[in-house]
């Protein structure tokens, strides 16, 4: 039980450093779109995140696939450009295009994965069994991204809601913020990959 709270609390310290904030600003901009009353839209999103980042987070810290962590640390980023642009250029919101971005959020999520793996295996050195570790620090993780989701949705609140600023002025503006930092980091990452 001990190994459990342990891995739990680092898997939810992780996706929480402001150090490796890139995680934070994945799941900002997945939110970005969405507002307080769109909670189960966003739980469906939520999971098809976690689904694609727990699989290839398993995979790859199980040792069944192998990708050169500078190429992930150069995806990651990508993926957060790649979202913000879809935020700011939908004009509205229909089923196909939140359908969409449940399979982008699963898509994504694998990419994620194999970035927390390389932090989750630097962890567990040469221990063998670690499916109780890697599945506490997964649902740490969780935790992690649940406070992230929910503070974005309660600001998403205050300026929508509260404020009466336009759902899409929210948006512009979040994924703006997102979309400048995360470009930075890509460009950033790119140097060190070309390298």
């Not at 700011?88 to 694998?110: H, P």
């Not at 309660?154 to 979309?179: C, D, H, M, Q, Y």
Request: net charge positive.
């Amino acid at each position: 039980m001990q190994d459990f709270s342990l891995y739990f609390s680092l898997g939810w310290e992780h996706i929480l450093d402001w150090q490796g904030y890139d995680h934070i600003l994945f799941v900002c901009a997945l939110c970005g779109i969405y507002v307080w009353r769109d909670g189960r839209k966003v739980l469906v999103l939520v999971t098809a995140f976690t689904l694609g980042h727990s699989v290839t987070l398993a995979l790859s810290v199980l040792n069944i696939i192998r990708i050169p962590t500078a190429l992930i640390e150069f995806l990651i980023p990508v993926t957060i450009v790649a979202t913000c642009l879809g935020n700011i250029f939908r004009k509205k919101t229909s089923a196909w295009s939140i359908r969409f971005n449940y399979f982008l959020a699963l898509f994504f999520g694998f990419i994620h994965g194999l970035g927390f793996s390389n932090y989750l295996k630097s962890l567990l050195g040469r221990n063998s069994n670690i499916i109780a570790e890697l599945f506490s620090f997964n649902l740490g993780l969780e935790m992690g991204q649940l406070i992230i989701v929910f503070t974005i949705l309660f600001l998403s609140f205050i300026f929508t809601e509260v404020g009466k600023a336009p759902r899409r002025e929210w948006n512009l503006f979040l994924s703006s913020a997102i979309l400048g930092i995360a470009f930075t980091m890509a460009l950033e990452r790119l140097a060190v990959l070309l390298n």
